[in-house]
């Protein structure tokens, strides 16, 4: 019963190395999510995709891309990190997009850019 | 602009009390409301949710109340037990079935 998986749990980058962020779920959901947590904020939707082979920008997908591998597997990656993208990032998975169906969320991962 | 808000950074209750938890929002699109909890070092867990067609649901301890004139909605937990201590955030959607989380609310409830 693993349900969303994120690796890794912490990273320190300097600026301007490039990472991918990995997470994967079990439950076979169709829909996937990428959001980033920064102190006094929410949790802010990066990027999501509804089914495999599909991906659409959220509220703030600038200096990410995503990759949906397949059902299971859905990839964040930072090209050029920047300090600015410090933050916890979350993995969430969901059966289809929609609303009324809650997300599950994997434990996250630490990001700190020097 | 903060569309769902928690004021209230963080909350005290005693055990066995209730616990009042409160979210507003400026979108009246929002059709869809939701309620998280976040544990330390530990993803957002789904805890309730509320469709705008209602103004209230109810699982076990825990009741959500919708006030759509007032753009309100809060989120009851009777009673209080020391493991809901945690980070509870709201969530809103509409049709774009974004969900739009609100900066959270610590709960901490003490003996």
């Known amino acids: 019963n693993a349900g969303v998986t994120q690796t890794p749990k912490f990273q320190v980058l300097k600026t301007g190395q490039s990472m991918t962020l990995q997470c994967a779920q079990d439950?076979?959901?169709?829909?996937m999510y990428w959001y980033r947590q920064d102190p006094g904020m929410g949790l802010r939707l990066i990027y999501y995709?509804?089914?495999?082979?599909?991906?659409d920008k959220g509220e703030v997908p600038n200096g990410y891309n995503v990759s949906r591998l397949n059902k299971r597997e859905f990839s964040l990656r930072l090209e050029s990190a920047a300090p600015s993208q410090t933050s916890v990032y979350f993995c969430?998975?969901?059966?289809?997009?929609?609303?009324?169906?809650?997300?599950?969320f994997g434990d996250g991962t630490r990001l700190s850019i020097l | 602009d903060q569309q769902v808000k928690q004021n209230s950074p963080s909350l005290s209750v005693q055990e066995g009390r209730i616990s009042i938890l409160n979210c507003d929002y400026t979108?009246?699109?929002?059709?869809?409301f939701l309620w998280y909890k976040k544990y330390p070092a530990e993803g957002p867990t789904f805890l309730i949710s509320?469709?705008?067609?209602?103004d209230k649901n109810e699982d076990g301890r825990f009741t959500v109340f919708l006030n759509k004139s007032a753009k309100h909605l809060s989120l009851h937990i009777v009673p209080s037990q020391p493991g809901d201590s945690a980070v509870y955030f709201c969530a809103a959607a509409y049709n774009t079935d974004k969900l739009i989380f609100g900066t959270g609310t610590r709960l901490q409830v003490f003996p």
């Open positions: 509320i469709s705008s067609i209602k």
């Open positions: 995709s509804a089914s495999e082979g599909t991906t």
């Open positions: 969430a998975s969901s059966v289809i997009t929609g609303r009324s169906q809650p997300q599950h």
């Open positions: 979108n009246s699109m929002f059709d869809y």
């Open positions: 439950m076979n959901h169709n829909s």
